[in-house]
């Protein structure tokens, strides 16, 4: 039976006006990855930093290893490595100086040529951080979170403006981590990442969490099997009498999908549509949902609005 | 040029010196620190002022009237030899003087530079009047003293001092704007982001520069008038010399920062070396004392500031030591030819396409 | 303990790598003292080899027979060693042309009839002989120039007397240096010392200490090491140990220089002088935390820097004394903990420049340092950028 490792009650932060986090709870076990979800202003970064110790809840818990200690503790720290969202460092120190003055703020951990192996940053041991790409600072970042050789895993979007490669070099270090035991918090706001990585999904939106689950889970929430997807051809107004078809939602510009349990049903009703209003029609798509979908469903925008 | 490049390109760089803080300090302020400071140390307080003397005799002899007729000595007489070096230990007075009838002792307190010359000329006037009075010593040689005007006003030392504080306002304005504008801006990549605009590199140059006379200029009318108001200067300004030997004075100066960006590729560096340029001038370029006081090698050292030139051209415009016409046009001439070719040079490999 | 000295070495490595850091704290102090030794160091000794003004001469007449007495006279003072280089002109015009430039500090005329004149009064004791000397008003150099010739003029006059008369009085002066112990000289060098010395320790703890704290607070490292065990204590205090080591490492750099190169005396090791020293680190960290409080932004704390730089070194009395100057500026002075810190250092080399007494010398600079501490103890948590 996995521990439960972090348990978040009724977590709340304001500033102002504004509810940055309201109301939230949920918990992370032990092992597992939790991605939580959600688009820039969602709360996503607000409420890790809030289970990092770095920022103060307004109101409710967050409680580690079923043992009420609270983030701030000794305990906690020590077993606990973070990469932050915007990486920063010691300028004039390299990259194997820079993990060796985070190793030695803690009393257990691995050494940093593990570590410098591990994220390929052989090449750059002794340049300057100054002199790093943002993609090595994004590695460095990593790399320097697990210093101590936490048991849980702070992963601020640590893919944000890595290119592919990159981007899949920093998932096989995740998927690593996860063969190792970690247990990982992952926020992005990139559903493939999620979708590639996470084996439970927080979506956050506003501050509040507005659903949560595995791949399949959501998926199966909102109850579609297939989605069909087309664009409209020509600049002409496309009438208002073709958009009232039942399930029809708004993509972008002039992509559109619709989503139903019986595909064929469904096409043959577009085909007819189309010829009745005289409407060309391209890029007839039939795909399953996935996560932008499920996030579309929920909020009515995509997620990257 | 397109005048239409050149205006918006001009209004974007006013807007970002003035907005910028560390731009506004170092150019503004900075200079009116300096103004202050050393206008106090090196001037006085801006009028005539009898240097205080303290005196203490004892014997028949009173020597007060014949200190005070030796020169601009205000003395004050103390009734024991230990108040008077007290009022000198607490610097109530200058110097002190001791008379016995047979000879003087002089007490100072030392360390304070900008008097060394009046105690030491203090000290030989009073032992000479004292004596020649003693002795009664007839004057051979009478030596009249004859004032002499160098410019259009009968300058004080506050007019040298404050035209001083204008030379190296311009210096810092020039210098360290530069270093801005080519240094930093193409550290951050904003030279390279109007290098794929149709812009021509003169307009830039020139958009950028315009600002930095602009603020030159208002450093410098802020000088005249602070210094006007605090150290009473007699300046009688040649408004159109003026204006002439402040365009070439920052163009001049500007030449030497644009030397040290291409020296120094890192902007951070460039400006420490300017620092130091910056101190080296303030103190070997004959601006805030005179070059005699200075070792010869030294002295051939400040030859080469170019900052003693903006200097003459300064106190030229002032009217308070006028150049021959030569002397003017060549300094003008070179001062704004470097600071020209140098700006288009530099224009050139940072802003056209390798 | 392990941790903060690991976490000390590290902020020192990243600072002491940074040539800005460098250049401020060790290299333009030291040229500043290269600089003011070189300008400074002839005048303040009193040593007038070095200086010389340039003295035009117009000779109306060609000097003879008793005349020559003059000619003996301007020899002397433009040979090696005296204050002036002399040129002859033929014609008044030219010669005032060239004061007037500035190539001339000073133009002295014999006129005609001077060799009569100096017949007369030498051997007869009848009348007197009158040089003219023209000099430009307001002119530092020039007015110095003439009143150094007017002097030679007063003292050759005195000669003439003294060879004149048999029972001629000389009247003898001393020097009273209230200042300096009696059985010292004052060497600038050596006065200067504290002044280059506070100059590099202010350079330390009103730059790099405030722009260090807010830097790490803004660019987001301060963020990622609050997520370690690193206590606020520990950070602090590395803080501190790095800074108290880039003082002492400069301070060293530059005793070597003073005691090689300029050959400052054993003072500088009394005990009671270090003491002062590490009393103005304490003070002047403390005045540099207390910038960092008040400075949200770099800009802010680089424009504040700078300006409290300028101000406490001139205005504190680290290079000029500065109890002469109007009232309007001299409570400035009085109110500069360096006013008093440099002055404590001073003391205890033997000099004494500043009308203070030793209890305010220790009392002030301690009311900074409690005051600037407890500012940023208030504002501690805002500096280090906790929430």
Redesign the interface.
């Known amino acids: 039976m996995p521990k439960t490792v972090i348990d978040v009650r009724n977590l709340k932060k304001h500033y102002g006006e504004t509810k940055a986090v309201d109301d939230i709870s949920f918990q992370l076990m032990e092992g597992e990855v939790l991605a939580i979800l959600g688009p820039n202003g969602a709360g996503k970064t607000t409420t890790v930093e809030m289970l990092e110790g770095l920022r103060k809840p307004d109101s409710g818990a967050v409680e580690y290893f079923e043992e009420k200690l609270p983030p701030s503790s000794d305990r906690v720290k020590e077993e606990i490595g973070v990469q932050l969202q915007s990486s920063s460092f010691f300028e004039y120190l390299s990259v194997k100086e820079t993990l060796d003055l985070f190793r030695g703020l803690y009393t257990k951990g691995v050494s940093s040529d593990e570590l410098i192996e591990e994220v390929s940053l052989d090449e750059k041991k002794k340049t300057y951080t100054k002199n790093l790409s943002g993609g090595q600072l994004q590695r460095l970042a990593v790399a320097v979170s697990l210093v101590n050789d936490p048991k849980v895993v702070f992963l601020d979007e640590p893919t944000t403006g890595l290119d592919p490669q990159a981007r899949r070099m920093l998932w096989e270090t995740v998927l690593n981590l996860k063969k190792r035991q970690k247990t990982i918090i992952l926020t992005t706001h990139y559903m493939e990442e999620a979708e590639h990585l996470a084996d439970r999904i927080i979506i956050m939106d506003h501050g509040k969490i507005i659903s949560r689950g595995t791949l399949d889970e959501l998926i199966a929430s909102i109850e579609t099997e297939d989605i069909v997807s087309f664009r409209v051809k020509g600049e002409e107004e496309i009438p208002q009498e073709f958009l009232q078809m039942e399930g029809l939602k708004h993509v972008e510009n002039r992509t559109y999908a619709v989503t139903t349990k019986d595909v064929e049903r469904t096409l043959g009703r577009l085909f007819e549509r189309s010829k009745k209003f005289e409407i060309l029609l391209d890029d007839v798509t039939i795909r399953k949902p996935n996560l932008e979908d499920v996030f579309i469903t929920l909020t009515g925008r995509k997620l990257r609005d | 040029m397109s005048k239409s490049k050149l205006k918006p390109m001009f209004i974007a760089f006013a807007k970002e010196a003035f907005r910028?803080?560390?731009e506004v300090?170092?150019t503004l302020?900075?200079p009116m620190?300096?103004l202050?400071?050393?206008g106090?140390?090196f001037s006085g307080?801006g009028g005539y002022s009898k240097s205080k003397l303290g005196l203490f005799q004892s014997g028949t002899m009173d020597i007060k009237p014949i200190i005070e007729e030796s020169g601009a000595w205000s003395v004050t007489i103390y009734e024991t030899r230990d108040k008077l070096?007290e009022a000198?230990?607490?610097?109530e007075v200058?110097l002190?003087v001791?008379f016995d009838g047979?000879?003087?002792?002089?007490?100072?307190?030392?360390?304070?530079?900008?008097?060394?010359?009046t105690i030491?000329?203090a000290?030989?006037?009073i032992?000479?009047?004292?004596?020649?009075r003693?002795?009664d010593?007839?004057?051979?040689?009478?030596?009249?003293?004859?004032?002499?005007?160098?410019g259009r006003t009968?300058?004080?030392?506050a007019?040298?001092t404050m035209s001083g504080v204008i030379a190296i306002s311009i210096l810092s304005a020039g210098m360290f704007s530069v270093i801005s504008v080519f240094g930093r801006y193409r550290k951050r990549g904003v030279l390279k982001r109007f290098k794929i605009t149709p812009v021509k590199p003169m307009t830039f140059i020139l958009g950028s520069t315009l600002t930095r006379f602009l603020v030159s200029f208002v450093s410098i009318l802020l000088i005249i008038l602070v210094s006007k108001l605090l150290f009473k200067t007699t300046f009688q300004i040649d408004w159109p010399i003026f204006l002439i030997s402040v365009i070439s004075s920052t163009l001049g100066m500007m030449a030497l920062g644009l030397f040290l960006t291409l020296i120094f590729k890192?902007p951070?560096?460039a400006d420490?070396a300017a620092?130091?340029l910056m101190?080296?001038m303030i103190?070997?370029a004959g601006i805030y004392?005179?070059?005699?006081?200075?070792?010869?090698y030294?002295r051939v050292v400040s030859m080469f500031m170019p900052v003693k030139y903006v200097g003459?051209l300064m106190r030229h415009s002032l009217g308070?030591?006028?150049?021959?016409v030569m002397?003017f046009v060549l300094i003008n001439l070179v001062l704004s030819l470097c600071g020209i070719a140098l700006l288009y040079f530099t224009g050139r490999r940072y802003l056209k396409a390798s | 303990m392990s941790r903060m000295l690991k976490f000390t070495s590290g902020l020192f490595k990243n600072e002491i790598r940074e040539?800005?850091v460098m250049?401020?704290s060790f290299?333009?102090p030291l040229?500043?003292y290269f600089?003011?030794t070189?300008?400074?160091g002839?005048?303040?000794s009193?040593n007038s080899q070095?200086?010389?003004?340039n003295l035009g001469i117009v000779k109306e007449e060609n000097l003879t027979g008793f005349g020559r007495v003059?000619d003996e006279v301007l020899g002397s003072i433009s040979s090696h060693g005296g204050p002036f280089v002399q040129r002859e002109y033929g014609n008044l015009d030219e010669a005032?042309e060239d004061?007037?430039?500035?190539k001339q500090?000073i133009v002295l005329v014999i006129p005609k009839g001077t060799n009569a004149k100096m017949t007369g009064?030498?051997m007869l004791?009848v009348g007197?002989?009158?040089?003219?000397?023209?000099?430009?008003?307001?002119?530092?150099?020039s007015?110095?120039?003439?009143?150094?010739?007017?002097?030679i003029?007063?003292?050759?006059?005195?000669e003439?007397?003294?060879r004149q008369?048999e029972n001629?009085?000389?009247?003898?002066?001393?020097?009273?240096?209230?200042?300096?112990k009696q059985e010292k000289g004052?060497d600038?060098n050596e006065?200067i010392f504290p002044g280059v010395a506070l100059m590099m320790i202010l350079s330390v703890s009103l730059f790099n200490s405030p722009i260090g704290l807010i830097q790490y607070r803004v660019s987001g490292t301060n963020k990622k090491l609050y997520t370690t065990p690193l206590k606020p204590l520990e950070y602090f205090s590395a803080h501190f140990v790095k800074l108290v080591f880039t003082m002492l490492m400069s301070l060293v750099l530059l005793y070597i220089i003073a005691l090689t190169v300029y050959r400052v005396q054993g003072t500088i090791f009394d005990p009671r002088f270090i003491l002062s020293l590490i009393y103005s680190m304490l003070v002047s960290v403390s005045f540099g935390l207390m910038v960092a409080s008040f400075a949200k932004k770099l800009?802010?704390a680089?424009?504040v820097g700078?300006?409290l730089y300028?101000?406490m070194m001139?205005?504190g009395g680290l290079y000029?004394?500065v109890?002469?100057?109007?009232w309007g500026?001299r409570w400035i002075v009085y109110l500069l903990p360096t006013t008093y810190l440099v002055e404590l250092s001073r003391r205890f080399m033997g000099?004494?420049?500043a009308?203070i007494s030793m209890t305010w010398l220790i009392v002030v600079p301690l009311i900074w340092m409690i005051f600037s501490v407890s500012v940023f103890a208030l504002n501690f948590r805002k500096v280090m950028g906790y929430e």
């Open positions: 910028n803080k560390l300090f170092f302020f900075f620190l300096f202050i400071l050393f106090f140390f307080s070096l000198v230990s607490g610097g200058l002190g001791t047979t000879g003087i002792e002089y007490s100072y307190r030392e360390g304070d530079l900008s008097q060394r010359s030491t000329m000290q030989s006037s032992s000479a009047a004292v004596e020649k003693i002795n010593a007839k004057t051979v040689i009478v030596l009249e003293k004859i004032p002499e005007t160098a009968t300058a004080t030392d007019d040298y890192n951070e560096t420490s620092s130091i101190v080296i103190f070997l004392f005179p070059l005699a006081f200075l070792p010869d030294l003459e308070i030591e006028l150049l021959p002397n | 040539f800005q250049f401020w290299i333009f040229i500043l600089i003011l070189s300008v400074f002839g005048m303040a009193g070095g200086i010389s003004f003059l005032l004061l007037k430039n500035g500090d009064s030498l004791q007197d002989v009158p040089l003219r000397m023209h000099y430009i008003s307001g002119k530092e150099s007015s110095i120039a003439a009143n150094i010739l007017g002097e003029m007063n003292e050759v006059n005195l003439i007397k003294k008369e001629y009085i000389d009247i003898a002066s001393t020097n009273n240096v209230v200042s300096a004052f600038y006065y800009s802010t680089t424009v700078q300006s300028q101000v001139f205005m000029f004394p109890f002469d100057l109007p500026l000099y004494t420049i009308p």
